[in-house]
């Protein structure tokens, strides 16, 4: 058990619908990761909060957005659903120390999301 | 911009016999290095992590790794497999922006079989 929850576990919803996933951190943590993982690319960086502000973007699609709330737990929230959203989302936390820290991310067990 | 290449996306080898699972990595700034396993609908765990100090890294359950700049490797390897080690590997870099650690560019994985 890394520390970092995820809910919900599953997610079935049809396109063009609208879903939250919801990430709390490890204990400490400040920052929170999204990671996209699919068939055809990958695990690949969605963005990532740092205590509440947004501190780095990766392939993140327009219809997707975060936030990191003062309990520092996070939510993407995708909207306008297609197909080929269908993935596991990871969420992943650090501690984040001073410039050239190398701290470990830790993940969530993630969400499945299936569009159908 | 940093990257990985996985070499081999299926290992498979023998209970009982040696584990090499291949990994290169490009990277502008000195890298930090991460393996991580995937076991089957779970999160990812770390392996082990390279941050610039000693080139042979050992891990948990008795993978280690090492980093080789001439040869911009890090090869994760194990002395002996067992049926438990079966999972998919994911080797990744960190986005190193500034000196501080950004997110994690993964690999495309390698799923490794155990056979009896």
């Known amino acids: 058990d890394s520390g970092v929850t995820q809910t919900p576990k599953h997610l079935i919803t049809a396109t063009g619908q609208r879903v939250t996933l919801r990430c709390s951190p490890r204990?400490?943590?400040?920052?929170v990761y999204w990671y996209q993982q699919s068939l055809d690319q990958g695990l690949q960086f969605l963005i990532q909060?740092?205590?509440?502000?947004?501190?780095a973007k990766g392939n993140i699609l327009e219809r997707f957005s975060a936030q990191q709330f003062p309990d520092l737990h996070s939510e993407l929230n995708l909207s306008s659903l297609e197909l080929g959203d269908s993935a596991l989302y990871f969420c992943?936390?650090?501690?984040?120390?001073?410039?050239?820290?190398?701290?470990?991310?830790?993940f969530g067990p993630g969400t499945r999301l299936t569009v159908l | 911009a940093q990257s990985v290449t996985q070499l081999g996306s299926h290992v498979s080898v023998s209970e009982g016999a040696l584990v090499l699972l291949r990994c290169n990595y490009s990277?502008?700034?000195?890298?930090?290095l991460f393996w991580y396993v995937q076991y089957p609908n779970q999160g990812l765990q770390l392996l082990l992590k390279?941050?610039?100090?000693?080139?042979l890294v050992k891990g948990i359950n008795g993978f280690e790794a090492e980093f080789k700049k001439s040869e911009t490797s890090f090869h994760l390897t194990k002395p002996s497999a067992h049926m438990s080690d079966a999972a998919e590997y994911f080797c990744?870099?960190?986005?190193?922006?500034?000196?501080?650690?950004?997110?994690?560019?993964f690999g495309k994985g390698t799923k490794l079989s155990v056979k009896p």
């Open positions: 990744a870099v960190s986005d190193r922006k500034g000196g501080s650690q950004g997110n994690l560019i």
């Open positions: 990277s502008s700034v000195p890298p930090y």
């Open positions: 390279y941050t610039s100090a000693a080139t």
């Open positions: 909060y740092y205590n509440g502000e947004e501190r």
């Open positions: 992943a936390s650090s501690v984040v120390r001073s410039a050239g820290g190398t701290d470990t991310q830790y």
């Open positions: 204990s400490g943590d400040l920052s």
